[in-house]
C-alpha cells in the first residue's frame, strides 16, 4: 500500500512528537531535577511512579484497578515510606 500525501505529513508530526517530547524532553528532565535533589528522593520518586501513573490513569481516563493493582499499590506504597522513614533516621 501507499500512504496518502496529508497521512504523511501526520505521520512526521507524530513521529517528531514521540522523538521530541515523550523520549528527549522526558530524559532532559530526569537528569535536570537529578542533579537538584538527593539521590534516596530521586529514587523514592521514581520508585512511586507506577502510583502516580494509576492516579492519573484514573482522572483523566476514567480507569479503575483491581484488587492485584491495590495490592502492587499499597506494597509500593509502604517501600517508599519505609525507605523515607529509615532515610530520616539519624545515622550513628
Not at 517530547?21 to 511512579?49: D, K
Not at 482522572?59 to 509502604?78: M, N, P, R
Amino acid at each position: 500500500g501507499t500512504i496518502a500525501p496529508n497521512q504523511c505529513f501526520k505521520l512526521g508530526l507524530a513521529t517528531s512528537w514521540i522523538g521530541l517530547v515523550t523520549i528527549a524532553y522526558t530524559i532532559y528532565a530526569q537528569s535536570f531535577g537529578q542533579a537538584r535533589i538527593e539521590p534516596t528522593t530521586a529514587n523514592l520518586i521514581y520508585t512511586a511512579q507506577p502510583i502516580f501513573t494509576a492516579v492519573f490513569a484514573y482522572l483523566v481516563l476514567g480507569e479503575s484497578l483491581g484488587t492485584s493493582g491495590y495490592i502492587g499499590g499499597a506494597l509500593i506504597g509502604a517501600a517508599v515510606l519505609l525507605v523515607a522513614q529509615s532515610d530520616m533516621t539519624p545515622q550513628k
